[in-house]
C-alpha cells in the first residue's frame, strides 16, 4: 500500500481552468508539503504545512492556493490554471526536525 | 542569498565504475540529505548525515557531511544499471527551519 497518495496521477486541462489536485498520506506524519518539478530541473517548493493550522509559502507560491484539510490530507488547487504551470507536480510528508521526507508518487499536469 | 551548487549537472559513466558527486553551499547546516529520482517517479531518501565529519555508508553507497558544515559528498562504487536516475543533496538547517533542494545530478549507466 501507498503510503503517500496523489491524485490524479495525469491530467490535462485548459487555460484557465480552476484544478485540484489531492494528496493523502497514512504515515501519520505532521509535516506536509507541495512541489513542481520542471523537466530537467529539481524540485522547487510551492507550499508546506507543518500541522493541520500553519500554511506556508514557499519559494514559488503565485497562482497556487493549499487547503490542509485534516491531518493526512493536503490539497493544492490552481484558480486559473495557466500553460506554464504544465509540470510534474509532487506531495511530499515529513515527521521531524530533520525534514527526512517521503514523496508521493506525483502529479503530471498539462494546460493547454 | 543562500546558493547552493550540486555537481556535476549530469554523468554518462560505463557499468562498474565509481562515481562521486558533491554539493557547497554559502551557509552551515546541520543536516546533509541524499535522494535519489527514478525516472517517473518520486524522489526516495538514501542518506541522511546529521554531524560535520561523518561518514555513512549504504551499501554501494558512501556520503560524508563536510567538516566546515557547507558540504557534502556521495559516492556510489561498482555503478549498476538500476542506479540510474537523479540524484539530489537537500542540505537543513535547523534553527532557520530551512531546507533546500540541490539542482540535481543526473547519472547515466551504460552496460
Known amino acids: 500500500d501507498a503510503d503517500v497518495t496523489q491524485t490524479p496521477r495525469n491530467r490535462i486541462t485548459k487555460t484557465g481552468k480552476r484544478i485540484m489536485l489531492e494528496c493523502s498520506q497514512t504515515k501519520g506524519h505532521d509535516r506536509m508539503y507541495w512541489y513542481r518539478q520542471d523537466p530537467g530541473l529539481g524540485l522547487r517548493l510551492i507550499y508546506y504545512?507543518?500541522?493541520?493550522?500553519?500554511?506556508n509559502k514557499g519559494e514559488i507560491s503565485d497562482g497556487y492556493s493549499v487547503s490542509r484539510q485534516a491531518q493526512a490530507k493536503f490539497s493544492l488547487s490552481l484558480e486559473s490554471a495557466i500553460p506554464n504551470q504544465t509540470a510534474l507536480y509532487f506531495c511530499?510528508?515529513?515527521?521531524?526536525?530533520?525534514?527526512?521526507?517521503?514523496f508521493g508518487p506525483g502529479t503530471r499536469l498539462t494546460v493547454l | 542569498g543562500q546558493q547552493l551548487n550540486q555537481s556535476p549537472q549530469s554523468m554518462f559513466i560505463q557499468e562498474g565504475e565509481d562515481v562521486s558527486m558533491n554539493c557547497t553551499s554559502s551557509s552551515i547546516f546541520n543536516t546533509w540529505l541524499w535522494y535519489k529520482q527514478d525516472p517517473g517517479e518520486g524522489p526516495v531518501l538514501l542518506i541522511a548525515?546529521?554531524?560535520?565529519?561523518e561518514l555513512t555508508s549504504n551499501g554501494r553507497l558512501t556520503a560524508q557531511f563536510g567538516i566546515t558544515r557547507k558540504d557534502s559528498f556521495l559516492n556510489i562504487s561498482a555503478s549498476i544499471p538500476s542506479d540510474v536516475g537523479i540524484y539530489f543533496c537537500v542540505p537543513v538547517s535547523l534553527h532557520r527551519n530551512q531546507f533546500y533542494f540541490g539542482t540535481g545530478t543526473s547519472l547515466t549507466v551504460i552496460p
Open positions: 504545512s507543518f500541522d493541520v493550522k500553519d500554511i
Open positions: 548525515l546529521y554531524k560535520a565529519g
Open positions: 511530499a510528508t515529513s515527521r521531524g526536525r530533520y525534514n527526512e521526507q517521503f
